[in-house]
């Protein structure tokens, strides 16, 4: 089987390098297509992202290549600026994908700015991954 280096976004300070079989890769990505038709959502819908990016040139350049291509936006970035301006774009997204703390804190400061769940209609599906909403993480 063919296999191929990935890595994680490094959200915790340091990526974790890993070689993935193509086998597996292309099985998981038509199961998370499969799950997007659950909630009447194409792949390629307009979508926001929550997830890093290599800083090497070809890297960032192969990223915003692949977005384009997939209609997808992404943040990784958490001033208040580059947030609203992410969630005016998701006003018109299908789907939103990323880590579940991040959404919650974004879905927090969406909040404070004064967006609402009616800010977006389009939205059919909050695709969460990786990590929990723990008690700690919630502010009552």
Same mark, same amino acid.
């Given at each position: 089987?063919?296999?191929?280096?990935?890595?994680?976004?490094?959200?915790?300070?340091?990526?974790?390098?890993?070689?993935?079989?193509?086998?597996?890769?292309?099985?998981?990505?038509?199961?998370?297509?499969?799950?997007?038709?659950?909630?009447?959502?194409?792949?390629?819908?307009?979508?926001?992202?929550?997830? !890093? %990016?290599?800083?090497? =040139?070809?890297?960032? +350049? *192969?990223?915003?290549?692949?977005?384009?291509? #997939?209609?997808?936006?992404?943040?990784?970035?958490?001033?208040?600026?580059?947030?609203?301006?992410?969630?005016?774009?998701?006003?018109?997204?299908?789907?939103?994908?990323?880590?579940?703390?991040?959404?919650?804190?974004?879905?927090?400061?969406?909040?404070?700015? !004064? %967006?609402?769940?009616? =800010?977006?209609?389009? +939205? *059919?599906?909050?695709?969460?991954?990786?990590? #929990?909403?723990?008690?700690?993480?919630?502010?009552?």
């Amino acid at each position: 089987d063919k296999l191929f280096l990935a890595e994680t976004s490094g959200s915790t300070g340091q990526p974790f390098k890993f070689k993935k079989n193509i086998n597996w890769d292309t099985m998981n990505r038509a199961t998370i297509i499969r799950s997007y038709w659950w909630y009447a959502v194409e792949a390629w819908e307009k979508n926001g992202y929550f997830w !890093g %990016y290599s800083f090497s =040139d070809s890297e960032i +350049l *192969k990223t915003k290549v692949l977005d384009i291509l #997939q209609n997808r936006f992404r943040s990784f970035n958490f001033n208040k600026q580059d947030l609203k301006r992410f969630l005016d774009k998701l006003k018109s997204a299908s789907y939103l994908h990323g880590y579940s703390s991040v959404i919650y804190e974004v879905a927090q400061i969406a909040l404070e700015l !004064g %967006y609402t769940p009616k =800010d977006f209609p389009q +939205l *059919k599906e909050l695709s969460c991954i990786n990590n #929990q909403i723990t008690k700690k993480l919630i502010k009552n």
